[in-house]
């Protein structure tokens, strides 16, 4: 049986990652949630970005 | 690979910064204990400066620091002995010191002696002045110049008898234990202060000089809540000096201000400063003063968050949480946003509202620049005149360009050996 | 008055104290802080009288022989201002920020899934809604560490989605998206999605709308859902395959407590249909099937039963499960005497329907409907190239309009979330005398606006008012997708509409029906 089946049988707890509102749904109806505050990679920066990439 | 040596390597610069037991052991004059320090010498906080590029409170410290040494009579003598370059600047990192706000020492100044017991590596940092009109804030009037020598004459010769009688005080336990007691160990040091008295008190009193002067002593003592302040500083030095210079670690070693510049200095990248113009504090202002009156950033103090005190552990310090936005939670929410960029729990330093969860320490500067999240300082604010001292207290961050630059000659280093493409 | 022109301001120092009373010091300095922004207020202090403090009051030229006579434990104000009234109003801000007390307090947010995963271990599905561009490296982290994704962000390259579903596969996860914006996973409405009653009808849908829609029409006969899975749209595009759609099938094969399966999308490529339905077959469960507009003899050649509007597919399920239906509260009754009712007061110019839709698959179902009755329809999202309209926000005859399409959204709200779009396009067409009927939809649920109708009826009242002016009154047709279990819920929604005289049917395709009727017997009358 897949993962998938795994989690019908299992309590959600969600990470929301993005739209905040999502999160304020799931907390609104006693869901297990975790709001990430994202934010882009070095901060939209590309030659950050193209840095750390070379050191991963 | 490279992940690997990275990885490595910060491994073991954490490994040294966790494994640090300084120690207070003694005081002894700046110029005859602090190392490379002579007669005309004179260290300051922050990355290197020149006289010119000096701001309002760095200029008056070192005007009072020749007037206390006796090298200018007064602020015309100082600025002419200074413009003829006969005098040396240095920043105190530079010489195994630290000092809070202009951070000046001179060679006649009593400075607390640390050791990192682990390593056998010494830190210095010059006594606490109190607060008000102060040589770290630029002041340099008669009473500063008398109070600063007091502190040679009597404050120092007590206190070095005392500590002698008391013997080595372990000082990365009691900080441990101030962060129990609600310090944060930067811009409150109300329990660090008191615990300290509490140490000494007795030894004090035991010590061969007047009661008068004793009594001088533990009021002079009780009446500055920022007299530890001096020792958690030299304490971090002390702990981040023998992880300078791993290879391949992106660790930071040092931050540091000098009121015109905000500097890092990264393990793997050795003795090199990364700066960028210091930042305004966005904090409370003492009634009296607006924006307009404060300085930029200033002060070697950040050394605490380098170590993950300070705006780190700022969940452990609730009476002073108004400095960061208001309530509790937002103090507790800075403390675990500070996990985002370092790279170890502390072992020694914790927490009790975090569930005794040791503080976020050792800052990568990959984290930095990837999640733009920067470390949180919380510090005091100095007015940009000589001499008026502290106009108030707040939060600031170190400029982001400090960790891009420091990526980037990180990068370049590994390209040159031909580890990256 | 003009202070300036005798050379003085005229000032005035009051002071107020509490003794014994005591305020931290950071407190008194945020207050001071706050006083000062006040307009008119010169210099304040606030404070302890402590001697420093006391000092500072008299350099200020604040300080009188009240303060003078304070002791440590004595709280003052004392402030510099213009006149009277403003003291007053600094003392009423004074106490107000004395006592205020902070409840709000934010929880903390971690910036990194790594940190939040380290915090949280046991998270099992990660809902993703960042730009398209962040996306696939955010939803890959998300299965690396063995977390069911919805994705909801749309803008992730074909080549992308196939990368995450192929891992996504391999892991045996869902891999929910891109552009995937509802499904409801144990009974827990997730990102667009209603509150539809439990039961043993899995759903796996390529259509947002699609899903909502069918899981509320399900709700409203009597059925329910076990789990909805959404795949994204381009699910069973070539490219893709169907990745999901089949692991969804495969999921609610094991699913005890799925009995009959549900498949929605639009018409997929032959071969992916084959391919889905192979599954669907294999499966052994009851199925019923359908592609919006699509051919539905290959859904019976492999066995599964074909619906032809999403409400019909809702009834199918439903029937399978063996439940004693209900029937819709809104009946049809006097259907025909209510077209004739409608129908009465359009003018003899009044020819044609424009459908103003915020769901996508909403719109398509009502042009599927409307093409084979009245008409060619004209949209943003067209049957057939040759009906798209040259400016999506002119209307031609009978127009249907996508809303919620890219068009309309380049930096601006979906309109299941604001209705503002709508409502300007409303009054807009209102200009336009050749219309007879207009149909909406009101799609509830979590993510969408907290009162859609609430918001589209002063449009329509003003609506009706443009026409009224020029002596024509059109005809407003809505359904309403959502439960009474809803945060709007349905009853409430459907209330307000029908007190606004808008005509609510108890489906999307009911409606589309009844407009499409109504226009067929006008034409009648008029020829």
């Given at each position: 049986m897949s993962k998938i089946n795994d989690l019908f049988k299992t309590e959600l707890k969600v990470a929301n990652i993005g739209l905040r509102s999502f999160a304020e749904d799931l907390k609104n109806q006693k869901v297990k949630v975790v709001h990430v505050d994202w934010r882009p990679p070095a901060g939209g920066n590309k030659k950050m970005i193209a840095l750390l990439s070379k050191l991963k | 690979m490279v992940q690997d040596l990275i990885k490595k390597a910060n491994e073991e610069t954490m490994k040294r910064i966790l494994s640090a037991q300084p120690t207070l052991v003694g005081i002894g004059v700046a110029g005859d204990v602090i190392p490379g320090m002579t007669s005309k010498t004179i260290l300051h906080a922050g990355p290197p400066i020149t006289w010119e590029n000096m701001s309002g409170p760095l200029k008056g410290a070192v005007i009072g620091g020749l007037i206390y040494e006796g090298l200018a009579e007064n602020e015309v003598d100082a600025i002419a002995l200074v413009e003829s370059g006969e005098i040396q600047f240095d920043p105190c990192h530079h010489h195994n010191a630290v000092g809070p706000m202009a951070g000046v020492v001179t060679a006649s100044m009593p400075v607390f002696i640390v050791e990192n017991k682990t390593f056998g590596n010494y830190a210095f940092c010059t006594l606490n002045e109190g607060l008000g009109k102060v040589l770290r804030y630029g002041a340099y009037s008669e009473d500063v110049i008398k109070r600063l020598k007091w502190m040679e004459t009597i404050l120092a010769p007590v206190l070095k008898e005392a500590i002698g009688l008391a013997g080595p005080i372990n000082l990365k336990s009691m900080i441990a234990q101030v962060i129990m007691m609600g310090d944060e160990g930067h811009n409150r040091n109300k329990a660090g202060t008191s615990l300290l008295i509490r140490e000494l008190a007795a030894h004090i009193i035991n010590t061969s000089f007047s009661n008068q002067e004793k009594i001088e002593v533990l009021n002079f003592m009780n009446s500055n809540d920022h007299f530890f302040l001096n020792l958690t500083m030299p304490a971090c030095k002390s702990s981040l000096d023998p992880a300078m210079g791993i290879k391949y670690s992106t660790i930071v070693c040092a931050m540091s201000r000098n009121g015109t510049e905000f500097g890092i200095r990264v393990s793997g990248l050795g003795d090199r400063w990364f700066t960028a113009p210091a930042e305004i504090v966005d904090g409370l202002l003492f009634p009296g003063f607006t924006a307009e009156d404060a300085n930029p950033d200033i002060g070697d103090s950040v050394i605490t968050e380098t170590t993950g005190i300070g705006g780190f552990a700022m969940a452990a310090a609730q009476a002073i949480v108004q400095f960061v936005g208001g309530n509790p939670q937002d103090a507790i929410n800075y403390s675990k946003l500070m996990y985002e960029i370092t790279e170890a729990e502390n072992n020694t330093y914790k927490i009790p509202v975090l569930n005794f969860k040791g503080t976020a320490t050792g800052i990568n500067i990959m984290k930095v620049v990837e999640t733009g999240i920067l470390p949180i300082i919380n510090t005091g604010i100095a007015h940009k005149e000589p001499g008026v001292g502290q106009v108030g207290a707040g939060l600031v961050r170190p400029p982001m360009k400090c960790f891009e630059d420091a990526l980037e000659a990180f990068v370049d280093a590994l390209t040159e050996e031909g580890l990256v493409e | 008055m003009n202070y300036g022109e005798v050379g003085v301001l005229l000032m005035n120092i009051k002071i107020k104290t509490q003794k014994n009373t005591y305020y931290d010091s950071v407190t008194l300095m945020r207050i001071s802080k706050e006083l000062k922004s006040l307009e008119g207020v010169e210099e304040v202090l606030v404070g302890m009288a402590t001697d420093l403090n006391k000092e500072l009051a008299r350099n200020l030229g604040l300080s009188n022989e009240t303060i003078e006579g304070l002791t440590v434990n004595d709280f003052f104000v004392t402030v510099k201002c213009t006149n009277e009234e403003l003291f007053e109003i600094l003392l009423k801000k004074l106490e107000e920020l004395l006592s205020k007390k902070d409840d709000e307090t934010e929880e903390y947010s971690p910036a990194t899934l790594e940190s939040t995963l380290k915090n949280v271990p046991d998270l099992n599905i990660a809902i993703i809604s960042v730009p398209g561009q962040y996306a696939f490296a955010e939803t890959k982290k998300a299965l690396d560490n063995n977390l069911h994704v919805l994705l909801f962000s749309d803008n992730v390259s074909v080549k992308d989605e196939k990368t995450l579903k192929e891992i996504a596969k391999e892991k045996g996860l869902l891999m929910m998206g891109p552009d995937c914006g509802t499904a409801i996973i144990n009974q827990v409405p997730l990102a667009f999605a209603n509150v539809v009653k439990k039961g043993s009808i899995g759903i796996v849908g390529a259509s947002g709308t699609g899903i909502q829609e069918a899981s509320v029409l399900i709700d409203k006969f009597g059925g329910g859902v076990s789990q909805a899975i959404g795949t994204g749209?381009?699910?069973?595009s070539l490219d893709i395959g169907g990745i999901m759609m089949i692991e969804g099938i495969k999921a609610l094969e094991q699913d005890e407590k799925t009995e009959v399966v549900l498949l929605i999308s639009k018409p997929p490529a032959p071969e992916i249909a084959e391919k889905v339905l192979k599954t669907a077959k294999d499966s052994g469960k009851p199925f019923v099937v359908i592609f919006i507009g699509g051919d539905i003899e290959v859904i019976e050649k492999y066995g599964g039963v074909p619906a032809l509007t999403l409400e019909d597919a809702a009834i199918k399920a439903v029937q399978l499960t063996n439940i004693k239906m209900k029937t819709p509260e809104i009946i049809e009754e006097g259907r025909d005497s209510l077209i004739k009712m409608l129908a009465k007061n359009l003018n003899k110019d009044q020819k044609y329907i424009r459908g103003l839709y915020t769901g996508g698959t909403l719109c398509d179902e009502a042009m599927i409907m409307l093409s084979k009755t009245i008409g060619d329809i004209y949209s943003n999202i067209p049957l057939k190239p040759h009906l798209k309209l040259m400016d999506p926000i002119e209307s031609k005859e009978n127009s249907c309009i996508d809303l919620g399409d890219d068009t309309f959204t380049v930096g601006r709200a979906h309109p299941m979330i604001d209705p503002a779009t709508r409502q300007e396009r409303l009054i807009k067409e209102a200009e336009d005398t050749e219309v007879a009927v207009y149909l909406m939809d009101f799609v509830l649920g979590y993510?969408?606006?907290?009162?859609p109708a609430g918001e589209m009826i002063a449009s329509i009242e003003k609506a009706r008012e443009i026409m009224r002016q020029k002596g024509y009154e059109a005809v407003y047709i809505a359904s309403v997708s959502g439960t009474e279990a809803d945060p709007q819920n349905l009853k409430e929604q459907e209330r307000k509409l029908m007190e606004a005289g808008v005509v609510v049917m108890a489906s999307n395709a009911r409606a589309v029906g009844l407009a499409a009727d109504l226009i067929m017997y006008h034409r009648k009358g008029r020829e």
């Open positions: - | - | 749209g381009r699910d069973l993510g969408s606006h907290h009162d």
